[in-house]
């Protein structure tokens, strides 16, 4: 069975597009864990409030950023593909 030429990369660049977005989302968590008290419940929210903010960015953001990762991929194999018929 074989992909088509363009399912490879499209599935590859989603993969790394939320590889970047789970970073985020665990750097974020990360950094309200060490701003905030986690057993104070009464701690500020603030820290709660900025994690949703970039997340909702995140969430529109990650369309362009898969975008552009599957053009790379695709100008780097349609480069290798060249490179090897030259050769």
């Known amino acids: ?3 088509t030429s363009k399912q490879p990369y499209f599935s590859k660049s989603w993969i790394i597009a ?6 985020f989302v665990a ?3 990360g ?3 060490e701003i905030e008290d986690a057993s104070n ?3 500020p ?4 409030l900025a994690l949703f903010l970039c997340g909702y960015l995140l969430f529109f953001c990650l369309k362009p950023i898969q975008a552009a990762i599957h053009r790379k991929l695709r100008r780097r ?9 030259s050769s």
């Not at 194999?77 to 018929?85: D, G, M, P, V, Y």
């Open 41 to 43: 419940p009464d701690a």
């Open 27 to 29: 750097v974020g968590y």
């Open 1 to 3: 069975m074989r992909r």
């Open 77 to 85: 194999a349609s480069r290798n593909a060249h490179e090897k018929t």
């Open 18 to 23: 939320l590889l970047i977005g789970l970073a």
């Open 31 to 33: 950094a309200r864990f």
């Open 45 to 48: 929210c603030w820290p709660d």
